[in-house]
């Protein structure tokens, strides 16, 4: 129907018309007239394209390998520059996309690739709207999906984040363990000021030993003290208070011995 003069342009579409090769103008949408076999209409679509970037690899800037894929979405903002300033504009968008990754990729560290993914998305996306303006391009969102790391690599990552856990784990047990010291050290002044706290500590301890009554407990705290008892009556008995034995003589100033008082 252009043939005849008479073209429909839909909604989310612009016409753009040569007269006998030259740019007369945009066309919305709707029915359109045009001169036969003077006019001819492209039409060039406003709608978001989405356009997969096939993994590549790419050596990041600490030399290790690796397998990149991304995402782009672009819509075309200016028909007239769409189809004047470049032959094939999408594949021109997606050339220069991989193009992108792989440089900012390449200038980045692993760790930056796998950690700040969304700052090389932000970083790629400007510079893909900075070249594609002059097509008429306007590059909405890049997003990297795919990150293939080698086999080597993964191995050792998941080795570090095991040791990185422990690390953890045993910082953890160490704080833990050093504020039990600080209370056993209160305990123990507690118990040093009150002796009687000791031995009902030691009952507490026999009454949870007790609860397993297949158990047979020997408790010599007890035989201790009273040891201890006996063997403080028996210097008091066989000492005196000058802390000589009884029964023991001493020398008199005349040279002769008496019995002790």
Do not use: C
Not at 53 to 71: C, F, L, P, R, Y
Request: proline share 3%.
């Amino acid at each position: 129907m252009a043939n005849l003069g008479v073209a429909i342009v839909r909604q989310y579409e612009r016409g753009v018309v040569f007269r006998f090769g030259r740019l007369r103008g945009v066309r919305e949408p709707g029915l359109r007239f045009m001169i036969p076999l003077a006019d001819r209409m492209q039409k060039v679509s406003l709608r978001t394209v989405t356009m997969p970037i096939q993994s590549q690899q790419i050596i990041t800037k600490d030399n290790v390998s690796i397998g990149v894929a991304a995402v782009a979405y672009y819509r075309r903002t200016d028909p007239v520059k769409s189809i004047l300033e470049i032959t094939d504009v999408e594949r021109a968008v997606y050339e220069i996309a991989q193009t992108t990754v792989r440089n900012v990729v390449g200038r980045s560290l692993l760790d930056q690739v796998l950690s700040e993914t969304e700052t090389l998305n932000e970083s790629i996306k400007e510079v893909l709207d900075e070249l594609t303006s002059r097509w008429g391009v306007y590059v909405q969102l890049v997003e990297l999906k795919d990150i293939e790391l080698p086999q080597s690599m993964q191995r050792a990552m998941a080795r570090q984040a095991e040791a990185e856990r422990e690390k953890r784990a045993k910082i953890i047990a160490a704080e833990g363990e050093a504020l039990s010291a600080g209370k056993l050290a209160e305990a123990a002044d507690v118990i040093a000021a009150h002796p009687v706290a000791l031995q009902l500590r030691n009952l507490q301890v026999l009454a949870e030993i007790a609860i397993e009554k297949n158990s047979t407990i020997v408790f010599p705290a007890q035989f201790l003290d009273s040891a201890r008892t006996i063997a403080r009556f028996m210097h008091a008995e066989y000492t005196d208070g000058s802390g000589l034995p009884n029964g023991d003589t001493v020398a008199s100033s005349s040279g002769t011995s008496r019995p002790s008082a």
